[in-house]
């Protein structure tokens, strides 16, 4: 059963770090692109950031380059994201999402699969 669960969310001040990490089992196992979105209530799920089945290729958006670092470790089969100077406009629930193909994507609809969201709140 394909599952994505996701960790190390919380609250932290604005200027400080958090690591995400994701979990997949199930047919994630041999790689897929996965990605990292964050939604804030009231508004749509957008794009964080993705990387590749191999790791080799990431993507950002604008507001978190330069800050927020994914990665994966295919042995565990697990993305991190890495995220310093977090700012209070940072604040959402973020989502790790699986893809069924290897290359990067930054749409929601090509993410068939997600997990359940941690929450990250950022104080001012």
């Known amino acids: 059963q394909e599952q994505l669960v996701e960790s190390g969310g919380g609250l932290v001040q604005a200027g400080g770090s958090l690591r995400l990490s994701c979990a997949a089992s199930?047919?994630?196992?041999?790689?897929?692109?996965m990605g990292w979105f964050r939604q804030v209530p009231g508004n749509e799920r957008e794009f964080v950031a993705a990387?590749?089945?191999?790791?080799?290729?990431?993507k950002y958006t604008d507001s978190v380059k330069g800050r927020f670092t994914v990665s994966r470790n295919s042995a565990e089969n697990t993305i991190d994201l890495r995220m310093n100077n977090l700012k209070p406009e940072d604040t959402a629930v973020y989502y790790c999402?699986?893809?069924?193909?290897?290359?990067?994507?930054?749409?929601?609809?090509?993410?068939?699969?997600w997990g359940q969201g941690t929450q990250v709140t950022v104080s001012s």
């Open positions: 999402a699986s893809t069924l193909g290897f290359d990067v994507e930054v749409v929601v609809s090509q993410y068939p699969y």
């Open positions: 199930g047919r994630f196992f041999g790689g897929y692109a």
């Open positions: 990387i590749n089945w191999s790791g080799a290729i990431t």
